[in-house]
């Protein structure tokens, strides 16, 4: 993923996004103003007949399955709750601002009825696992996928690419982004419902949907609510994807791996959901589906999983994982743990393709460890080695997730600098030689200092250059870097 700083360049580059109504800002300020009681919540939905006629419509409907018909918007919040009544006037107001007739050749009504699926999910789920998170729930479950939108309607170039790349290779929307884009609906959609002003318990999770584990460091509740979004993704791949066996392995794989097991019953919640879904979609203005029968689906992949054994499906799940192994063993230097050379020529090729196609500045830095060979002859190979592991580390630690660093052979590194201007690219690079000349890397009774030249070189979106002329301008800033004396930084123009 890339960092938030390079996506909020994006978002901030790639046209209109959407806005949230002049109502739903006010509901999000009144509810994060501690001050501010039900009566101003209530008061603020007032003054929209239209989004209060729908949020009383949802709370009449058998979703809820009140016995007294609400016929306020205070009553309602007395009732009900200002996080819930909150939650439902936002979700009818991020409908709202996203248009849904499919003339684009986007299948918005399927989109919709995938995520309010999830969002009657997430808080069925919820329910059973974590009654704290149950207010917030539905809208998380209706709002997770909304940077597949903003990405259709803000980028539909590039993201009619995305479409076609995950058709061809059968991927997921998120590996088929990170392919053509080099970035994800999460990313984007994370980072624009914080811009929004929603917390760090919405937009952490959705970062973090499809592939949780990487959520380091979070809260216990954050931690749960992107394990929920995920098994949520999952239930949505098996109502729609055609091997429901395989599917239904990996919910209950991953129900058990986080701990749900014992409060996840597919068969209840599905048709828990069934039923509901059946009293959500009229409200929000989508038609129902009454082919779909979810208990039948599961009976047929029960059938079906039968073949796959519980051990089958672990060999197969920890399969994938081993091939997640090799395929890091294929692509990145077994000394230093860097990109290798040539998967830094694959990223090289993504990065150009970029660069030309949305304009962005692209920099990159050959790098040189000075007078490497006397380490070797001097401490030995090992000693070398040590130092090239320690030098790669600072090069990692001192880099963005979205920039690329790699061995590019011997004791030469190469650093791939996405949405970098040369005059950024000069700086970091004083900065890293800077470091490294001031590091002491201490091997047994060695005591071993290294410095570094670096050729820095620019490619220019409004030109047709090559992969080959950008190395080339980088190894010629390189050699002067050396020429002049090393340790130091040189750029090509001024080559």
């Not at 994060?32 to 008061?43: H, I, V, Y």
């Not at 999460?186 to 952490?204: A, H, R």
């Not at 519980?310 to 399969?319: G, K, N, P, Y």
Request: with cysteine; charged share 25%; hydrophobic share 40%.
């Amino acid at each position: 993923m890339k960092s938030d700083d390079i996506i909020d360049e994006i978002i901030n580059g790639i046209g209109k996004l959407p806005t949230l109504p002049g109502v739903a800002i006010k509901i999000l300020e009144t509810v994060q103003d501690q001050k501010s009681g039900l009566k101003e919540l209530a008061e603020i939905l007032s003054t929209d007949p239209p989004l209060s006629a729908e949020v009383l419509r949802m709370i009449n409907s058998p979703y809820y399955g009140l016995n007294t018909r609400i016929t306020s918007v205070q009553h309602a919040v007395k009732l009900l709750g200002a996080t819930t009544v909150k939650n439902l006037a936002l979700s009818f107001s991020v409908v709202k601002s996203f248009q849904t007739d499919n003339s684009d050749g986007f299948d918005y009504t399927q989109f919709w009825k995938d995520s309010l699926f999830s969002a009657v999910a997430m808080k069925s789920m919820a329910k059973n696992v974590s009654r704290q998170a149950v207010d917030d729930a539905f809208f998380l479950g209706l709002l997770h996928n909304i940077g597949i939108l903003t990405l259709n309607q803000c980028m539909p170039d590039q993201f009619s690419l995305v479409l076609t790349e995950k058709r061809k290779n059968q991927s997921s929307y998120h590996d088929a982004e990170q392919q053509v884009l080099g970035f994800t609906h999460m990313d984007i959609g994370s980072l624009l419902v914080k811009k929004w002003g929603l917390p760090d318990t919405f937009y952490k999770p959705m970062r973090h949907h499809h592939l949780p584990a990487e959520l380091k460091g979070a809260s216990p509740e954050i931690t749960q609510m992107a394990r929920l979004l995920h098994l949520t993704s999952l239930l949505v791949d098996f109502v729609n994807l055609p091997d429901k066996a395989y599917q239904l392995g990996l919910i209950e794989h991953f129900a058990k791996e986080y701990g749900f097991e014992e409060h996840f019953q597919l068969e209840p919640l599905l048709e828990e959901v069934g039923e509901l879904t059946e009293a959500v979609f009229p409200v929000f203005e989508i038609k129902i589906d009454s082919e779909t029968r979810y208990i039948e689906m599961i009976e047929t992949a029960r059938k079906e999983l039968i073949h796959l054994s519980a051990d089958f499906l672990s060999r197969l799940i920890e399969q994938n994982k081993r091939i997640e192994i090799l395929n890091e063993r294929a692509t990145h230097d077994g000394l230093t743990k860097l990109t290798n050379y040539q998967r830094f020529q694959e990223v090289l090729d993504e990065e150009m393709y970029r660069s030309k196609r949305y304009k962005f500045p692209l920099t990159l830095l050959m790098v040189d460890l000075d007078h490497f060979k006397k380490v070797n002859d001097t401490m030995g190979h090992l000693a070398g080695d040590y130092v090239l592991r320690e030098t790669a580390e600072l090069l990692k630690k001192s880099l963005r997730k979205s920039d690329v660093a790699a061995r590019y052979g011997g004791e030469e590194f190469a650093v791939l600098l996405p949405e970098t201007p040369k005059e950024g690219a000069f700086i970091l690079a004083e900065r890293l030689r800077e470091k490294l000349a001031a590091t002491c890397f201490n091997y047994g009774e060695h005591t071993i200092y290294v410095t570094m030249s670096i050729g820095i070189a620019a490619h220019s979106p409004k030109t047709d250059s090559s992969n080959a002329d950008l190395i080339k301008k980088a190894d010629t800033a390189l050699y002067r870097a050396k020429e002049d004396g090393r340790n130091r930084c040189c750029l090509f123009s001024d080559c």
